[in-house]
């Protein structure tokens, strides 16, 4: 049986080495009711001052409806508390020396948003590990990195917060995360260069080390892109 991970490796995981500039305990000091009804205040008074009619009835409801978005959904990562509910399991199946061909590589799609603008990024993660003694999930791995991305976020943080986040709960450095991402900043504004991508890379471990391990990761990413 898999035993639960203590609070504090959670804690650790959620938080990690690269942590988002928040302030401490920022996101339970108020109830959801609080925050969404606070939010809601101040994005009246945005709009308004934009000139809307707030008593337009397709308007009416807009402040509420992003309150409850940004607390409930968008950025509902800034919670600890909502870090996903992981289980590892023991790697029965295979020895415990890794090898080249035990890689395995997860795809996930990703929405976040850009912490200078407050709009989306939209691309897709590749979250790869080394299965030592103990895997993880695969729909675990898609909630972590979803979990993140429920953040304002700088798509080189969310690389590094995935991967070291993993390498926490794996107990081992072994992990590489890819993120290919359009953001709509760039876009929608300034250069509006609609074509444009932008790629982070995060390694550590054996990924960090070895260009050999590297260019397996890279290549079987490729081969997973569409
Ligand atoms: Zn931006």
């Not at 639960?4 to 490796?9: E, Y």
């Not at 925050?35 to 402040?63: C, F, W, Y």
């Not at 509006?192 to 070895?210: L, N, P, R």
Request: net charge neutral.
């Amino acid at each position: 049986m898999p035993k639960p991970l203590s609070k504090a490796l959670i804690k650790k995981a959620a938080t990690t080495r690269f942590p988002t500039p928040i302030l401490p305990d920022a996101f339970s000091a108020h109830t959801r009711e609080e925050k969404i009804a606070a939010i809601a205040r101040h994005m009246k008074g945005i709009m308004e001052v934009l000139g809307l009619d707030l008593k337009n009835d397709s308007l009416a409801q807009t402040p509420e409806r992003v309150a409850a978005m940004y607390v409930d959904e968008i950025f509902a990562g800034l919670d600890i508390e909502a870090f996903p509910n992981v289980t590892l399991f023991e790697d029965q199946g295979h020895e415990v020396a890794p090898t080249i061909g035990r890689l395995v590589i997860t795809r996930v799609n990703i929405v976040s948003f850009c912490e200078h603008h407050l709009v989306p990024m939209i691309g897709t993660a590749y979250v790869g590990y080394l299965p030592k003694d103990k895997i993880i999930g695969l729909s675990k791995i898609s909630r972590i990195a979803r979990y993140f991305a429920a953040r304002p976020q700088l798509q080189e943080r969310l690389s590094a917060q995935i991967g070291d986040s993993l390498a926490t709960l794996l107990g081992h450095p072994d992990v590489a995360v890819m993120i290919k991402a359009q953001h709509s900043c760039v876009i929608a504004r300034g250069t509006k260069d609609e074509a444009s991508a932008t790629t982070t890379f995060f390694t550590s471990g054996i990924f960090k080390t070895s260009a050999e391990y590297r260019k397996e990761f890279v290549d079987m990413s490729r081969g997973m892109a569409d």
